[in-house]
């Protein structure tokens, strides 16, 4: 088998010289502060009923794509039901959340459009962006004064697509949603990847739009199903306009095998739980918790979400400290640049309701004995 050329094996040689080199975990029986399980439901016995309950006939895969052997009426069903529960005319199933947001970026900005986004904005947004043919200029996290001036200085833009997650997958602060929406108008449209709010914010779970009720306002929201909602998918949400488009044009979505029938189970099922449990409240209960009792704790970033972090500066340093945590029986990873910008790196801590208030208790001492 032919080797790596020369130039790729000294950019792997750089990266372990830098402490950055990458290597797929084991599996552990370390307490799981890591996954993004914020609900259980990927360990949920009666999801797991549920989808197992449908037909053992079913075939295993999907067989094609969706336009040529993969759709199904249920498929399709189960969509108007996405988007019923999400107040949306449309909704339409991708196979990842990645997957939806490089399928509606690439296609919908194009020469003449603008995109805004924020500069913590995921890597498939990014990638998204340069899949389009649209110019994109970053704004500073969260800081309106500065989109609203990005969307003043261009006012020959066609379109100005402002793409924002409502709540941030390496900071776990949400955006200013209300705020955002006061700068809409007739060309300029919101997008909302709500991938880490679905399942935690809103009323049953609906996402941080729906609790901000700016849902009118969004031009596309993306409800991502692999991380609360425990099973795997994405969808867009938006108008029945849109999702025509999207199935013309979203080669993320037109050129792949679509997802089995058993993975929509799955997404069915979560809905069903999240609507008749109190995963929801039960979670917050950890939050608030949490909280509590790392208030004061230098470095920790201002989050109501399940996603909070601690602020540690230095590759090194933050590696140190994560592998003390992990002695002490703790799932918890370094996030290091260039994932997050160099002296922003941070042990991140994803809280969740099968964490007991002891084991998050005992957290929270190993944190404050390791800043000590």
Known sequence: MSKLPANLGQQLEQRKSKGLYRQLPSDNSLIDFCSNDYLGFATSAKLKEIVNGHSTTTKSGSTGSRLITGNTAYTEELEKKTALYHKAEAALIFNSGYDANI???????????????????HA??????????????????????????????????????????????????CAPLKEISTLLKHNVFLIVDEAHATGVFGEGGRGLCNETAIENNCFARIITYGKAMGSHGAAIVGSADLRNYLINYARSFIYTTALPLKSLYAIEAAYDLLASSNAQNELQKK??????????????????????????????????????????????????????????????ICLHNYNTDEEIKRLAESLVSIEM
Not at 103 to 121: F, N, T, V
Request: aromatic residues 6%; neutral net charge.
């Open 287 to 348: 939050i608030n918790l949490f909280k509590h009792l790392t208030r004061g704790l230098n470095g920790l970033i201002e989050s109501s979400s399940a996603i909070q972090c601690l602020i540690t500066e230095g590759n090194k340093a933050t590696e140190e400290k994560a592998m003390a945590l992990q002695k002490q029986g703790f799932h918890i990873k370094a996030i290091k640049s260039p994932t997050v910008p160099e002296g922003k790196e941070r042990i991140r």
């Open 103 to 121: 399928g509606l970026i690439s296609c919908i900005a194009q020469k003449q459009d603008l995109i805004l986004l924020d500069e913590l904005s």
């Open 124 to 173: 498939s947004i990014y990638d998204g962006i340069r899949l389009s043919f649209a110019r994109h200029y970053k704004f500073r996290h969260n800081d309106i004064e500065h989109l609203r001036q990005l969307i003043d200085k261009t006012p020959e833009a066609r379109n100005i697509f402002i793409v924002v997650e409502s709540v941030y997958s390496m900071d776990g602060d």
